[in-house]
């Protein structure tokens, strides 16, 4: 089945510095990539949608030149929190809609972020 | 737009009684329903899903959830809950038809005891 391979699964990083994170899909071509934050016990927000060879879209609230969104290829598609601040700690997860024959949307395994 | 509610932020059970986790959604269009499971720390796994066709949709680990159109819900069963069904549960929905970005429930922790 398709598969989502997104790492770190956590990071640990200090304020101000920035870090990257890659969802890369393994067995299948990936035009979209949608990006998550989840804060404890609460649900998925969709923070953007990224499509290859174009820009992100981002969701209202969310701001573009925090979270840079990059996907660069068919199976690569990055998020990178830039300028990293305390409040930047969170969970975060990609998702590729579902191809043709796929069951349901395919989830990275997630990154916890802990800015310190 | 969409929405989905579930009911319940929290349900403890004990090991090998049936459960059931309740949803709700609303929306002007015709839908797609998910559910997905999450463990500690991990990404969302598809639990099972209704398309269309039969309203009993039955999904992977025993769960199953049945369709009702007349009152909005989607609601996840299992006869027998295990130690290892202990996780986070999330209902979904997305459109039929153009956009069909999942709009996702606030999740229900289901708690098995021994």
């Known amino acids: 089945g398709a598969v989502v391979s997104q790492h770190p699964s956590r990071v640990i990083c200090k304020s101000g510095t920035s870090v990257k994170i890659e969802c890369r899909s393994l067995d299948f071509q990936a035009t979209t990539m949608f990006w998550y934050r989840q804060f404890p016990k609460q649900s998925l927000m969709l923070m953007a949608t990224s499509n290859e060879g174009s820009k992100a879209t981002y969701e209202q609230g969310v701001e573009k030149d925090k979270f840079l969104i990059n996907h660069a290829s068919l199976t690569l598609s990055t998020l990178t929190v830039t300028s990293a601040h305390p409040e930047d700690s969170s969970f975060y997860i990609c998702?590729?809609?579902?191809?043709?024959?796929?069951?349901?949307?395919?989830f990275g395994s997630g990154t916890r972020l802990t800015v310190v | 737009a969409q929405s989905v509610t579930q009911l319940d932020s929290q349900v403890p059970v004990f090991e090998e009684a049936p459960v059931e986790l309740r949803c709700n959604y609303s929306?002007?269009?015709?839908?797609?329903l998910f559910w997905y499971v999450q463990y500690p720390n991990q990404g969302l796994q598809l639990l099972l899903k209704?398309?269309?066709?039969?309203?009993l949709v039955k999904g992977i680990n025993g769960f199953e959830a049945e369709f009702n159109k007349s009152q909005t819900s989607f609601h996840l069963r299992k006869p027998s809950v295990h130690i290892s069904d202990t996780a986070e549960y999330f209902c979904a929905v997305s459109g039929s038809g153009g956009s069909y970005i999942p709009t996702f429930g606030r999740g229900t922790s289901l708690i098995v005891h021994p």
């Open positions: 929306s002007s269009v015709s839908v797609y």
């Open positions: 998702s590729a809609p579902p191809g043709q024959g796929a069951l349901g949307y395919t």
């Open positions: 209704y398309l269309s066709g039969s309203t």
